[in-house]
């Protein structure tokens, strides 16, 4: 970002060590880092020689505390150029990243004032061209996403409690939270009602009573997914258990370490002939 060029008197040499470093210059600054004069700043900024950079320690004037560190290319601070850092009140740190000729460049961390991180943005010449977005599930990575610079997700990765990168695909057996039906009544109970329970008389299955055992996946979304039999009652009952499920409402997906994730279920439909 490109900086007015200011008169050399808002530059004061000082020469006292403040938290160890020997700053020489002393500006008043504004919220934009613009030097002001003392009555309209909200900044008093230390700088020194640092390397190949000019650092600027920026304390907020009320409070005294550390608020911002940013280096420039020199010490009339005309452009930002290098690290820059500022900082929560409690002094944690706050945002992280650099400059280069001016514009923001590679990646650039945020963190909330707890301490985790929750974006990271990467930078060309000042160009926002994608970030991550990261959650926390018990104080532990549970998810991050990928966006582009439009906000769309380009891929959405998840660990589990152990803060292990899960499989794409993976589908659970055993969760935190199982899925839950929507509807008023038992999924079974949706079942029996939204099936053809006379299938097995009408293709002439011997009287009895019988189980139609189906698996099925409810993903991420709530969806019903890679339906299959398990019994083989024939008889058409299978296909009418499976037509059922595959005809129910979305689900309210199960949930892992605080994410969304797939469930495969199990569930039994019984049939009976009496003929």
Known sequence: MKKKLFSICFLVLLFSNVMGQAYKYLYHLDKDLLPVDKANALYIGK???????????CYDINTGKLSISVHFSDSLLSDFEGLYK??????????????????????????????????????EKGKQISFTE?????????RKSIKDSAGNEKLSVLFDEKGNEVKEGKIYNRVDVQPVFPGKQTFQEY????????IPALRGAPIGRYLAIINF?????????????????????????????KNSLPWIPAMQNG?????RMREILPFAVSR
């Open 86 to 123: 500022d900082y929560y009140a409690s002094g944690k740190l706050k945002q992280e990243g650099y400059y280069v000729n001016g514009n923001q460049q590679g990646d650039w961390s945020l963190w909330d004032s707890t301490g985790f991180r929750t974006v990271s943005v990467s930078f």
């Open 217 to 245: 996946v409810v993903d991420a979304n709530g969806n019903i997914t890679d339906v299959n039999k398990e019994s083989l009652n024939g008889y058409g009952m299978e296909e009418e258990a499976i037509r059922a499920i």
């Open 191 to 198: 079942l029996i009602q939204n099936s053809d329970r006379n």
């Open 259 to 263: 994410n969304k994730v797939s469930y």
């Open 47 to 57: 700088g020194l020689k640092d390397s190949a950079f000019f650092l600027v320690d």
């Open 134 to 142: 990261y959650s926390y599930y018990k104080g532990k990575l549970n």
